[in-house]
C-alpha cells in the first residue's frame, strides 16, 4: 500500500513562530511562550560532536553577552539526544579552543529532537542536504513571537555571527525609529527614510529641508542615527 508523508509547509517572514514543548540542556521549555517580550535566535545544527558546530557553538557562547544586551535570548537545536548535547558541551568547555576561545561553557538551551519534529516544523530538514541532519537554519523572532527573518546555510558552511548580531540590531533599530537600513549597514550608519507614498509627499520632500534628512531624489532620503541613538532605542519612545 502506497502511503503518503505530510507535507509540512516552512514558516515564513511574517508568520508566527511555530509551538512547541522539548527538553533541552537547561530543561523543559515551552517555546516560544517562555521568551515572551524577548527576541530571539532559534538556530540548528547538524550534529553534536562535529567541528564546524564546534566553532559555531564556541564563538556564539562567548558572544552571549552582547545577546543578552539586546535582550536576545538563543536557543539552539540538533537532532541528537540530551546527553549526546551535554557530552559535547562538556567536551567544548574542557577540551577545544577556537580563535583564542577556550573553557568556554554553553549556558543557553540546547533542544533534543531526535524525533525531528522541530526540525520539521521550521523546515530545518533539506533533502538535498542530508535526511537525518539539520541545516544550519537561522530564525530571528521578535517580542511578539513573530518570525522576522530567516537565513539558511549548508552544512559546510559556518555561520558569520557578527552578521546574526547585526541582523537584530537592524530589526531593532527599525522598529524604534520606522526606518530601513541600507546595504552593509552598520550601527551608526545613515539609515534609509520610509519612501513617500504619494505624490503630494514625494513633492514636499524635494521642495522643503528637513533637518538631518538628505533626500538624493523623493525615492530616496536618508538620515543619520547616533551610535547611541541605535545602542538605546527605547530612548526614542520617551
Not at 517562555?34 to 538556530?43: E, Q, R, T, V
Not at 537532532?79 to 554553553?106: M, P, Q
Request: proline share 6%; with cysteine; glycine share 6%.
Amino acid at each position: 500500500m502506497e502511503t503518503t508523508e505530510t507535507i509540512i509547509p516552512m514558516p515564513r517572514i511574517g508568520d508566527k513562530a511555530p509551538e512547541f514543548k522539548a527538553v533541552t540542556t537547561q530543561g523543559e521549555i515551552d517555546f516560544p511562550a517562555d521568551y515572551s517580550g524577548k527576541w530571539i535566535i532559534l538556530f540548528s545544527h547538524p550534529a553534536d560532536f562535529t567541528p564546524v558546530c564546534t566553532s559555531e557553538f564556541i564563538t556564539f557562547a562567548s558572544m552571549q553577552n552582547e545577546f543578552t544586551a539586546l535582550h536576545t535570548q538563543l536557543v539552539g537545536l540538533s537532532i541528537d539526544g540530551l546527553y549526546s548535547h551535554i557530552a559535547w558541551l562538556r567536551t567544548i568547555k574542557e577540551k577545544i579552543e577556537f580563535k583564542g576561545l577556550k573553557n568556554i561553557e554553553v549556558t543557553f538551551p540546547l533542544i533534543e529532537d531526535i524525533s525531528m519534529v522541530v526540525a520539521k516544523k521550521y523546515g530545518m530538514l533539506q533533502p538535498g542536504e542530508s535526511t537525518t541532519k539539520a541545516v544550519r537554519a537561522v530564525f530571528f523572532i521578535d517580542p511578539k513571537g513573530i518570525i522576522r527573518a530567516i537565513i539558511y546555510y549548508p552544512l559546510s558552511l559556518g555561520r558569520n555571527f557578527d552578521e546574526l548580531k547585526r541582523v537584530i540590531i537592524a530589526l531593532q533599530t527599525a522598529d524604534a525609529y520606522s526606518v530601513a537600513t541600507p546595504a552593509n549597514w552598520q550601527p551608526g550608519d545613515d539609515v534609509i527614510v520610509p519612501t513617500a507614498g504619494s505624490c503630494g509627499v514625494a513633492k514636499d520632500r524635494m521642495e522643503t529641508k528637513v533637518e538631518g534628512v538628505k533626500c538624493y531624489d523623493w525615492f530616496f532620503c536618508t538620515k543619520q542615527l547616533t551610535l547611541d541613538q541605535v545602542n538605546h532605542p527605547e530612548a526614542s519612545k520617551k
